[in-house]
């Protein structure tokens, strides 16, 4: 044992003498992979709670089935919750995943997942930049209450034709980017698609039992999205760009069987056709103008977009059964059918317009307008029918449906005031207006955030905000899913609001250290939760009766450690909080969120041996999940003129919601990356990653048995260790 731990010692040391001994190139640094655009404009804001990522720095991020992901890069960050494993849901400072603002190239997105959260919306290839706000909010963004995803799509080259491509596991990228016209018209396309349609049928064939097969064969899968930029340069201080984004999610199962049996001498044949199909996805289009006047100190853009989310169930069951007596005649012919289809869009139509003016001494301002109109239209369909002999028997069905329109008017100003070298200041306020049928509501949002350079390496930071949103999404459960629809506020459905108040401090420190912290308050009001039928679906007609109103309340602590030299670039995030609600409806005290995770710690780590050979590690772990349980189970007792009698229906007793907490979570993914760069500038990455390297099954659901004042959890957990590999290129 101990020669074998010497011996793989001694190759972990020999390790980068290797790698150089393969690579005679001249070795960069691992910050070559953090490059940020107009570094000086980034080092000037004054905001808190923001972090910008580029291009580079997500696509060498950790790479879940070998395709690198922006919610799941964001979602190791302090303050943020990830939910359930795998998904791509985003829990930021005590939010409820459906108030965070995703902006692709300035057009909001409502639904960012494929696979059910497997794989977020915005392809990698494609991205700029990044720009995430926790907190501190400008005031140009507004609508949303936890934080702003503002994702800027590359222009192409005005120059020369290039691209990439990237082949993984189950899906697959291509980018194309060039000049359609030199030096004026430039073009940037991507496309992905998933292999998994394509890869059910090369595993059926590796199943033995032929049901097997047969399901495997009619189930399917599959998405697709496309980006497409193009960008007009008229002169040096005009241009024209046209931004447009698709991308959909098609699943379904169609099966049909036939079974031939023989009771009592009867035969009998049953026929069934089972449909089931889900479609959601995005569309969206976008036209932005903008013009430098000829000062050169004033800016002016102004843009209109569309952009529509879409989701569509359909389940269509049909059986057919046919009983004959030993002489054949026919003695029983019965058919049902089961039809619902439930369907949710949203359209949206806005534009906006922005003013920048940057040549007043110390100041910088910005102010500008925009106004969305709102088509909410979701309906319902469900149907049971029942015949014999082709002669209608039962039949029972209902469809419920509700269209409302909405505008949203908004008026913002921002100043951005620097003092010297010494003080920044961000000072700005956004008035709110929302119209629906017979109400109009008015929000006005002050934003203030203050930096305050104490020296070259110290700086304290600190900001108040307030944001309100005019869109609710309503879920039935707690999971972020696709079947789930978007309502506006109404006369009885109020605008839900958030006050947050940051205060933290940056410290560069030696020896390539930094250190950062941020404290926080947010009070959230107006939250509502969904107290109808127990169904995965929510209702439609009447739906405001069956949401309760309530509050909320998130405080913590975030820290952030990062080490970055020459080959090796080391970071630890960690989070301290508490989130809770207050539904007097439901509970008459303050109760935890579902996401209260007390604790959160990840740490990442890059060692880059030189230009072809780098390997990474993340290690993640945060106290578990809340969820509600039973805790007591007695017999129904009814009044039956004789007295009281015990029926045996049970009756569960529930305490405060989300009391229990799910065991701890831990995860460690690690990954190696292979580069080769030619002579003529293309390169090819060979990656190689492991999910969950430890093969630890983190519990996904769990619940309490509580019989005989017994009480015993139950905790189940699905995903497994999960190896993959990828191939990327450019050209």
């Known amino acids: 044992m101990k020669k074998t731990l ?15 001994h393969w690579d005679n190139e001249k070795i960069d640094t691992l910050n070559a992979a953090v490059v940020q655009t107009d570094k000086q404009k980034k080092a000037a804001r004054s ?56 902006l692709l190239d300035g057009v909001p997105m409502y639904q960012v997942s494929h696979v059910v959260g497997l794989f977020s919306s915005f392809n990698t290839d494609m991205i700029d930049e990044v720009d995430f706000y926790k907190g501190g909010f400008p005031a140009r963004y507004g609508g949303r209450l936890s934080s702003v995803v503002d994702v800027g799509i590359k222009e192409g080259s005005f120059s020369e034709w290039k691209g990439s491509a990237s082949l993984g596991i189950i899906d697959g990228r291509l980018q194309i980017e060039g000049p359609v016209i030199k030096d004026k018209l430039s073009i940037n396309a991507g496309i992905r698609r998933t292999w998994l349609d394509v890869a059910k049928y090369i595993g ?34 005009s241009k024209l760009s046209l931004s447009c984004y698709y991308g959909h999610d098609h699943g379904g199962f169609k099966l049909t069987e036939t079974l031939l049996g023989v009771e009592n001498d009867d035969r009998y044949i049953t026929e069934s056709d089972l449909f089931f199909k889900l479609k959601w996805g995005n569309t969206l289009a976008s036209l932005r103008w903008e013009r430098r006047l000829p000062s050169r100190d004033i800016l002016f853009d102004a843009s209109a977009y569309y952009t529509n989310y879409t989701t569509d169930m359909v389940f269509d069951g049909n059986e057919h059964d046919v009983e004959k007596d030993e002489a054949g005649k026919v003695v029983s012919d019965a058919r049902i059918r089961v039809y619902e289809r439930n369907f949710g869009r949203i359209h949206d139509i806005g534009a906006n317009t922005n003013i920048y003016i940057n040549g007043l001494p110390g100041q910088r301002l910005r102010f500008g307008t925009s106004f969305v109109g709102h088509i909410y239209d979701p309906f319902r369909e469900m149907s049971v029918k029942i015949s014999s002999f082709k002669k209608p028997v039962y039949s029972e069905g209902y469809d419920e449906s509700t269209s409302y329109l909405g505008g949203e008017l908004a008026l913002y100003a921002e100043d951005e005031i620097s003092v010297e ?101 947010k009070n959230m009001f107006h939250l509502y939760e969904y107290a109808g039928s127990n169904s995965m679906l929510p209702q439609i007609e009447k739906w405001e009766k069956y949401y309760h109103e309530g509050k909320g309340r998130s405080y913590g602590a975030e820290f952030g450690v990062e080490y970055s030299s020459e080959h090796v670039f080391a970071a630890l995030y960690y989070t301290l909080s508490r989130s809770e609600r207050l539904f007097p409806s439901f509970y008459f005290d303050w109760y935890p969120d579902r996401n209260d995770n007390l604790h959160k710690l990840n740490l990442h780590a890059q060692y880059r041996f030189n230009r072809r050979f780098e390997l990474y590690a993340s290690w993640t772990y945060h106290t578990g999940n809340r969820f509600t349980s039973i805790t007591a ?99």
């Not at 697709?224 to 201080?237: E, G, R």
């Not at 203050?450 to 944001?467: A, V």
């Open 47 to 102: 905001q808190t709670s923001l972090k910008t990522l580029d291009n580079r720095l997500i696509r060498r991020g950790f790479a879940v089935l070998g395709t690198p992901d922006l919610v799941k890069t964001l979602q190791i960050l302090p303050g943020v919750s990830a939910g359930t494993e795998l998904m791509s849901g985003m829990y930021v400072r005590g939010g409820d995943g459906s108030d965070n603002l995703f």
């Open 421 to 521: 070298d010494l003080l920044k200041v961000n000072l700005g306020l956004r008035e709110n207006l929302f119209f629906v049928k017979n109400k109009v509501y008015s929000c006005l949002e002050p934003r203030a955030a203050l930096r305050c350079d104490l020296s070259e390496s110290f700086l304290l930071k600190c900001s108040y905000s307030i944001t309100n949103q005019f869109t609710h999404q309503l879920a039935a459960c707690y999971l972020d899913l696709p079947t789930n629809i978007w309502m506006p506020s109404t006369a009885q459905i109020k605008p839900m609001k958030a006050e947050q108040i940051v205060a933290g401090f940056k410290w560069s420190l030696p020896f390539n250290l930094s250190f950062d912290v941020e404290l926080w308050y």
């Open 633 to 731: 189970v007695g017999k129904d007792s009814i009044d039956n003129e004789g007295g009281d009698i015990y029926v045996p229906n049970q009756i569960e007793v529930y305490d405060m919601p989300n009391r229990y907490r799910m065991p701890d979570y831990m995860r460690l993914d690690a990954g190696l990356n292979w580069h080769r760069k030619f002579r003529n500038g293309h390169t090819r990455t060979l990656t190689l990653s492991v999910y969950n390297v430890t093969n630890r099954l983190n519990a996904v659901m769990a619940f309490l048995d509580v019989r005989e004042d017994k009480v015993k959890g139950y905790a189940y957990g699905l995903i497994p260790i999960i190896p993959s590999l990828s191939y990327y290129w450019t050209f």
């Open 6 to 20: 010497s011996l793989l010692f001694g190759v972990l040391l020999s390790l980068p003498s290797l790698a150089q």
């Open 204 to 237: 059926s064939f590796f199943l033995e039992d032929e049901l097997s097969q047969e399901m495997l064969r009619a189930a399917s899968y599959n998405f697709s999205d496309i980006n497409l930029k193009l960008v007009q340069k008229f002169n040096a201080d």
